[in-house]
């Protein structure tokens, strides 16, 4: 028979995490007036972005006791659009959230991303949410916001981190105003000029910008027509321009800049409309602007996601181009793959090295998302190298073989994290199939693993306080059984009790007694 096994009530915050000493750690420091305080909080973040915020609420469903720190007094004024790509999608059905965000967005087909050249979507992509989400970027982070603080999560706004010291037991940050405050750990989800890296004396090597564009969305004065005629002339001298309509009247205004200048000062509409004039003869009569913004193509990668108690996740960890609209929801993944983790830690059944793949796992996507921004840049160039290779990229993405590879490169539903030898399915994410109880990403809605039995033979046995069980004969799969980690990647694919367990030890740690 096929049934979905739910645990007790979740362990309470008493229990004692498995700590590491002073030496594991160059330059950890041991301070006895910080060693010996209690911690205040497991976790502090740093920063309610949409990064932040998911990963607040991944701890939370551990019962993890989290405090939010965002330096803004208030959300974003600005509405600016923003992406959500199919694998943050899918993550967002696995916790419940998908239909609360879909709501507020708008759906259109998962093609032309890559460079942007337009190709049409792959038919059948390997999704059941195969498509992209246009969403107001104020909306997404407050409804993620909003998640959080019902899931139990403290959020302090106007709260900057100065400084922080660890030490063998927790963290101390202390804040702008000399407040200090004791945790666990400290995870910097800080944005590109993050202070946790920079306090941390993490590397982030990489590229300065080369060339800056505009980027806006505003009203215009003239017809539809006359927009897309001007704006296929201007094409075949300068790629990096675009006048989109989103409806309402409003466009989405991309423009070279005239140089690179100091991203702090943000530009004004005067300088939309030079530029305008400059490139296309006009400067289409806009007006109106919702938000005026910057943008470079610096392309930068943390040398390291952790050291010690201190983690670093989304744009403090790496920034690039905002071509493809990847950056949002690189940010969002990384959350989701750590939060299991940290929280694992914390609550005392993490395996050893468990934290360490948060590293090993998410530091080659974002190498990846790097060097795939980096050439679509180069293709938006009007060098003639650059042209002849874009024509015959744009000839090769004809094949669906071709097209359906940069697609699932960019929505991110291509990652394979590397879990040994074994079949292709294992250390992909598994698409939401039909199970009996409906579909299988309602049963994630916990951040808990589970074991999808088609044999109905198999047990979680001791690991039934981690891991969900569910036997369903008539599951859509062509594998006996897998073990999903609560981030929704195969963990484990087979039939053999024996080898379960090792695979259960290995993700979830030692069994209950």
Not at 13 to 29: A, C, H, I, S, Y
Not at 360 to 378: F, G, I, Y
Not at 428 to 436: P, Q, S
Request: with cysteine; proline share 6%.
């Amino acid at each position: 028979m096929d049934s979905l096994r739910l645990p007790a009530e979740p362990p309470s915050n008493d229990t004692v995490e498995r700590d590491f000493t002073v030496g594991d750690v160059p330059g950890l420091r041991s301070p006895a007036s910080d060693a010996d305080r209690a911690p205040m909080f497991d976790v502090i973040i740093a920063g309610c972005g949409p990064t932040g915020a998911t990963l607040a609420a991944e701890l939370r469903l551990h019962d993890v006791r989290v405090l939010v720190l965002e330096k803004e007094t208030a959300p974003k004024s600005f509405v600016r659009i923003v992406g959500l790509h199919v694998r943050s999608l899918e993550l967002m059905a696995m916790r419940g959230l998908l239909e609360r965000i879909l709501q507020h967005g708008r759906q259109r087909p998962a093609g032309g991303f890559f460079a942007a050249i337009n190709k049409p979507a792959p038919k059948d992509l390997d999704s059941a949410h195969a498509y992209l989400l246009g969403i107001p970027q104020p909306v997404i982070e407050r409804l993620l916001e909003e998640h959080v603080i019902e899931l139990g999560a403290r959020v302090r706004r106007g709260c900057a981190v100065a400084g922080f010291e660890q030490d063998d037991k927790g963290v101390t940050v202390e804040l702008a105003d000399g407040e200090q405050l004791r945790s666990r750990y400290l995870v910097g989800c800080d944005g590109g000029r993050s202070t946790v890296r920079k306090l941390l004396g993490v590397g982030f090597p990489g590229e300065l910008s080369r060339t800056e564009t505009l980027m806006g969305e505003m009203e215009v004065g003239v017809p539809q027509e006359e927009i897309a005629a001007k704006v296929a002339e201007v094409h075949e001298t300068h790629r990096p321009f675009w006048l989109r309509p989103f409806g309402e009247g409003i466009y989405s205004v991309v423009v070279p800049a005239a140089g690179v200048s100091d991203r702090a000062e943000p530009p004004t509409l005067e300088d939309f409309k030079q530029q305008l004039r400059t490139i296309a003869g006009t400067d289409f009569g806009v007006h109106s602007p919702r938000w005026l913004s910057r943008f470079g193509d610096a392309t930068r990668l943390a040398e390291r996601y952790r050291v010690g108690r201190v983690l670093l996740a989304g744009d403090a960890a790496h920034i690039h181009p905002p071509i493809g609209g990847q950056g949002l929801n690189l940010g969002v993944q990384d959350a989701f793959n750590l939060g299991w983790k940290l929280a694992a830690q914390i609550r005392g059944w993490a395996p050893e090295t468990l934290l360490d793949t948060y590293q090993a796992e998410r530091h080659p996507v974002a190498e990846d998302v790097l060097d795939n921004t980096r050439a679509q840049m180069e293709l938006l160039s009007t060098e003639p190298g650059p042209q002849a290779v874009r024509r015959l990229l744009t000839e090769l993405m004809d094949l669906d073989e071709v097209n359906r590879h940069l697609i699932e490169k960019i929505t991110a539903i291509g990652i394979r994290y590397d879990f040994g030898e074994g079949p292709d399915l294992l250390g992909r994410r598994l698409r939401d199939i039909d199970v009996k109880q409906g579909h299988l990403y309602g049963l994630l809605h916990r951040g808990r693993g589970l074991l999808l039995d088609r044999t109905e033979r198999l047990t979680v046995g001791g690991w039934s306080d981690r891991v969900d069980y569910l036997a369903d004969p008539t599951a859509a799969l062509d594998v006996p059984c897998v073990l999903l980690r609560p981030d929704g990647h195969v963990a484990w694919i087979g039939d053999d009790q024996q080898d379960l367990d090792a695979h259960l030890s290995r993700w979830f740690g030692k069994p209950a007694t």
